[in-house]
Protein backbone atom coordinates (compact mmCIF):
# COMPACT_ATOMS: atom_id res chain seq x y z
CA UNK A 1 0.00 0.00 0.00
CA UNK A 2 1.37 3.49 -1.03
CA UNK A 3 1.00 6.05 1.70
CA UNK A 4 0.18 9.40 1.44
CA UNK A 5 2.85 12.04 1.89
CA UNK A 6 1.10 13.78 4.54
CA UNK A 7 1.25 10.26 6.69
CA UNK A 8 5.25 9.38 5.51
CA UNK A 9 5.31 13.20 6.64
CA UNK A 10 3.41 12.73 10.08
CA UNK A 11 6.27 9.68 10.56
CA UNK A 12 8.76 12.28 10.53
CA UNK A 13 7.49 13.89 13.82
CA UNK A 14 8.23 11.50 16.61
CA UNK A 15 11.68 10.22 15.36
CA UNK A 16 12.85 13.96 16.09
CA UNK A 17 12.17 12.73 19.77
CA UNK A 18 13.80 9.68 19.85
CA UNK A 19 17.24 8.73 21.87
CA UNK A 20 20.04 7.38 20.44
CA UNK A 21 21.73 7.72 24.10
CA UNK A 22 20.84 9.29 27.79
CA UNK A 23 23.85 11.01 29.73
CA UNK A 24 23.85 11.23 33.57
CA UNK A 25 20.24 12.57 34.64
CA UNK A 26 18.46 15.10 36.88
CA UNK A 27 17.34 15.61 40.45
CA UNK A 28 13.90 15.28 41.76
CA UNK A 29 12.24 18.01 40.58
CA UNK A 30 13.23 18.02 36.89
CA UNK A 31 12.22 13.83 36.81
CA UNK A 32 9.23 14.57 38.53
CA UNK A 33 8.09 17.15 35.98
CA UNK A 34 9.07 14.13 33.87
CA UNK A 35 7.12 11.85 35.37
CA UNK A 36 4.21 13.73 35.80
CA UNK A 37 2.84 12.49 31.89
CA UNK A 38 3.24 9.02 32.65
CA UNK A 39 -0.04 6.94 31.68
CA UNK A 40 -1.90 7.07 28.51
CA UNK A 41 -2.68 10.26 26.15
CA UNK A 42 -5.28 10.67 23.05
CA UNK A 43 -4.75 13.23 20.46
CA UNK A 44 -6.69 14.25 17.51
CA UNK A 45 -5.86 16.87 14.77
CA UNK A 46 -6.15 17.80 10.96
CA UNK A 47 -3.47 17.69 8.07
CA UNK A 48 -3.67 20.59 6.07
CA UNK A 49 -1.98 20.51 2.40
CA UNK A 50 -2.61 18.60 -0.52
CA UNK A 51 -3.70 15.59 1.64
CA UNK A 52 -5.63 17.02 4.01
CA UNK A 53 -7.64 14.98 6.70
CA UNK A 54 -7.73 13.89 10.15
CA UNK A 55 -5.21 12.32 12.78
CA UNK A 56 -5.77 10.11 15.31
CA UNK A 57 -2.82 9.23 17.98
CA UNK A 58 -1.98 7.45 20.91
CA UNK A 59 0.57 8.00 23.18
CA UNK A 60 1.86 5.70 26.18
CA UNK A 61 4.38 7.92 28.95
CA UNK A 62 6.26 5.93 31.26
CA UNK A 63 9.08 6.57 33.59
CA UNK A 64 12.59 4.81 33.71
CA UNK A 65 14.73 4.81 36.93
CA UNK A 66 17.34 7.19 35.24
CA UNK A 67 14.59 10.02 35.31
CA UNK A 68 14.37 9.96 31.79
CA UNK A 69 10.84 9.21 30.78
CA UNK A 70 9.92 6.52 27.77
CA UNK A 71 7.08 6.81 25.38
CA UNK A 72 5.69 4.74 21.88
CA UNK A 73 2.76 5.58 20.16
CA UNK A 74 0.24 5.73 17.22
CA UNK A 75 -0.98 7.80 15.09
CA UNK A 76 -3.52 7.04 12.18
CA UNK A 77 -3.92 9.16 9.30
CA UNK A 78 -6.57 8.02 6.36
CA UNK A 79 -6.40 4.47 5.06
CA UNK A 80 -2.30 4.28 7.26
CA UNK A 81 -0.95 4.97 10.53
CA UNK A 82 2.43 5.16 11.77
CA UNK A 83 4.14 4.02 15.14
CA UNK A 84 6.99 5.64 17.00
CA UNK A 85 9.19 5.44 20.21
CA UNK A 86 11.29 7.34 22.08
CA UNK A 87 12.40 9.13 25.11
CA UNK A 88 13.33 12.43 26.84
CA UNK A 89 15.28 13.22 29.83
CA UNK A 90 17.07 15.81 31.70
CA UNK A 91 21.13 16.18 31.71
CA UNK A 92 22.06 17.45 34.66
CA UNK A 93 25.36 18.27 33.71
CA UNK A 94 24.25 20.69 30.87
CA UNK A 95 21.47 21.88 33.08
CA UNK A 96 18.72 21.15 29.56
CA UNK A 97 16.16 18.97 28.75
CA UNK A 98 16.85 16.75 25.78
CA UNK A 99 16.17 14.56 23.15
CA UNK A 100 18.27 12.71 20.41
CA UNK A 101 17.74 10.77 17.61
CA UNK A 102 18.10 9.58 14.18
CA UNK A 103 15.99 10.26 11.25
CA UNK A 104 16.38 9.03 7.98
CA UNK A 105 19.87 8.38 8.55
CA UNK A 106 20.92 11.81 10.17
CA UNK A 107 21.58 12.80 13.96
CA UNK A 108 19.57 15.13 15.61
CA UNK A 109 19.90 16.69 18.74
CA UNK A 110 16.89 18.25 19.97
CA UNK A 111 17.52 20.76 23.39
CA UNK A 112 14.27 21.01 25.40
CA UNK A 113 13.24 24.59 26.65
CA UNK A 114 11.23 25.10 29.62
CA UNK A 115 9.10 27.92 30.48
CA UNK A 116 7.31 27.47 34.16
CA UNK A 117 5.98 23.81 33.43
CA UNK A 118 6.31 23.71 29.91
CA UNK A 119 9.11 22.17 28.01
CA UNK A 120 8.83 22.54 24.46
CA UNK A 121 11.24 20.72 22.15
CA UNK A 122 11.39 22.25 18.73
CA UNK A 123 13.65 20.66 15.43
CA UNK A 124 14.32 21.61 11.70
CA UNK A 125 15.51 18.87 9.62
CA UNK A 126 16.06 18.67 5.25
CA UNK A 127 14.21 15.27 4.38
CA UNK A 128 13.65 13.56 1.48
CA UNK A 129 10.22 15.09 0.85
CA UNK A 130 11.42 18.69 2.19
CA UNK A 131 12.63 20.67 4.51
CA UNK A 132 10.58 19.84 7.97
CA UNK A 133 9.98 21.28 11.24
CA UNK A 134 8.40 20.05 14.11
CA UNK A 135 7.44 20.96 17.92
CA UNK A 136 6.44 18.75 20.65
CA UNK A 137 5.24 20.35 23.91
CA UNK A 138 4.59 19.13 27.29
CA UNK A 139 2.63 21.79 28.68
CA UNK A 140 0.76 20.81 32.22
CA UNK A 141 -1.83 18.65 31.65
CA UNK A 142 -1.51 18.89 27.88
CA UNK A 143 0.89 17.55 25.36
CA UNK A 144 0.91 19.92 21.69
CA UNK A 145 2.86 18.30 18.97
CA UNK A 146 2.81 19.78 15.41
CA UNK A 147 4.57 19.90 12.11
CA UNK A 148 5.32 21.36 8.82
CA UNK A 149 6.82 20.01 5.78
CA UNK A 150 7.49 22.12 2.50
CA UNK A 151 7.86 19.96 -0.21
CA UNK A 152 10.46 19.95 -3.16
CA UNK A 153 7.89 21.54 -5.16
CA UNK A 154 6.97 24.36 -2.86
CA UNK A 155 3.59 22.09 -1.03
CA UNK A 156 3.28 22.64 2.55
CA UNK A 157 1.34 19.87 4.63
CA UNK A 158 1.27 20.40 8.36
CA UNK A 159 -0.77 19.69 11.71
CA UNK A 160 -1.46 20.74 14.93
CA UNK A 161 -2.20 17.23 17.35
CA UNK A 162 -3.38 18.38 21.20
CA UNK A 163 -3.41 15.19 23.26
CA UNK A 164 -5.03 14.66 26.79
CA UNK A 165 -4.31 12.48 29.66
CA UNK A 166 -6.83 9.45 29.57
Same mark, same amino acid.
Not at 7 to 16: D, E, H, T
Not at 149 to 160: E, F, L, Y
Given at each position: ?????????????????????????????EN?????????????????G??????? /?????????????????? /???G????????A??????????????S??????????????????????????????TSS?S?????????????????????????????
Amino acid at each position: MRLPLSLKVLALVPAFFAPLALPALAGPSENALLAKYAGNWRGTGEVTGPNAGSVV /CRLSFKPADSGAVSYSGR /CSFGAGGYSFRGAMAYDDAKKRFFSQSSVQGKQVATTGKKSGNTITFASSLDTEYGAATSSFSLAGNAIKMSFKVVDKKGRATASAISFSKQ
